[in-house]
């Protein structure tokens, strides 16, 4: 099976936008998306802009503020402090990576935690840890939504993640070994410190690849049958496409395709959920804003 997180992430969004619908007319409150760029790291700038447009698709307001790269890190600290408190405004995303003088750690700490639509203030990765639950980043949330809404099981499954970040590899590991329905499996973490990789990615009923290296992970890496999430965004030269590059994944895909029994693409796999997870946190940011407010 291909799992196919275009249309995954298209289905979600047009859930959205009934719900968005729904909340306006029973609250008046419309889901609020706040984006912060500061520089002008191109990448960023469109990753911004393609958000601002699923927010607008299914019905959430917007708005991007742009800072130039010498911004000082009290500046940026008085926008999201300013945003905090406007009541139209129900996430707030920074989008990183931030300009070296701004240290990252005090600036997602200074977004209210019931904004924090990323997931990476250490209140919402708490309460992931301890499963009470809280905001969670956008990709690992997408990848539970796209084996969830897959019928792939994960309860009892050995799940190996390939990947320790954040962003990735720490809160997929903690959302898969949850004692819930959408978790209960066994979780095992790799790392650069694994003196012998794929000793534990040939163990792998599902195997979660957020590596950052194109193609690390290739048909003798893996357990016949597995299933194979790739997560990874890797740039490498391709003179026969017009922009000089494509986009690949962790995982050689080609290479391990005739050997999996389900597996994401890159692109048209992991990446468009983060997205939809994004706009689902925002519309629920808003969701738990209107009910504080109506009671
Ligand atoms: P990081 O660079 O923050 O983390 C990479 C992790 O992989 C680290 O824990 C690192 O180990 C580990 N690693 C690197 N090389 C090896 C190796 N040879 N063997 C074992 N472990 C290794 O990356 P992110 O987690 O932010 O992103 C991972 C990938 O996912 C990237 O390609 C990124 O572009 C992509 N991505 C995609 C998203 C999407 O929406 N689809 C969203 C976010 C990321 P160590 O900790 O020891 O350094």
Not at 72 to 95: F, M, P, R, Y
Not at 113 to 142: E, Q, R
Not at 234 to 242: F, L, Q
Not at 256 to 268: C, F, H, R
Request: with cysteine; proline share 5%.
């Amino acid at each position: 099976m291909i799992i196919n997180g275009k249309e995954i992430a298209q289905i979600i969004q047009l859930e959205l936008a009934e719900k968005t619908k729904d909340l306006v007319a029973k609250t008046g409150v419309k889901p609020g998306l706040a984006l912060l760029l500061v520089g002008d790291n191109s990448a960023s700038q469109v990753y911004v802009r393609s958000k601002a447009k699923a927010c607008e698709k299914v019905g959430l307001h917007s708005i991007i503020v742009t800072l130039p790269e010498h911004t000082s890190e009290k500046d940026v600290l008085e926008v999201i402090a300013a945003w905090n408190k406007d009541t139209t405004i129900h996430g707030i995303l920074v989008q990183l990576p931030l300009p070296k003088h701004i240290n990252e750690t005090n600036v997602i700490m200074a977004i209210h935690p019931d904004k924090d639509v990323d997931g990476f203030h250490p209140i919402n990765v708490g309460k992931l840890v301890t499963g009470i639950g809280g905001f969670v980043p956008c990709t690992p949330a997408g990848i539970v939504e796209l084996l969830v809404r897959s019928s792939i099981k994960t309860s009892g499954k050995h799940v190996v993640v390939v990947g320790r970040s954040n962003i990735v590899g720490k809160p997929i590991a903690n959302l898969l070994y949850q004692k819930s329905t959408r978790g209960n499996a066994v979780v095992t973490i790799c790392h650069t410190g694994a003196d012998d990789l794929r000793h534990y990615t040939k163990q792998a009923d599902i195997l979660i690849a957020a590596i950052g290296v194109a193609h690390r992970i290739t048909a003798d890496d893996i357990k016949p049958g597995a299933v194979i999430i790739d997560v990874g965004i890797n740039r490498v030269i391709d003179e026969s496409s017009e922009k000089g590059y494509s986009i690949v994944g962790d995982v050689d895909y080609d290479s391990v395709l005739p050997y999996v029994s389900a597996i994401t693409p890159v692109p048209g796999g992991v990446g468009p959920m983060t997205i939809a997870m994004l706009l689902s946190n925002t519309f629920t940011a808003a969701q738990n804003y209107a009910n504080v407010y109506r009671e």
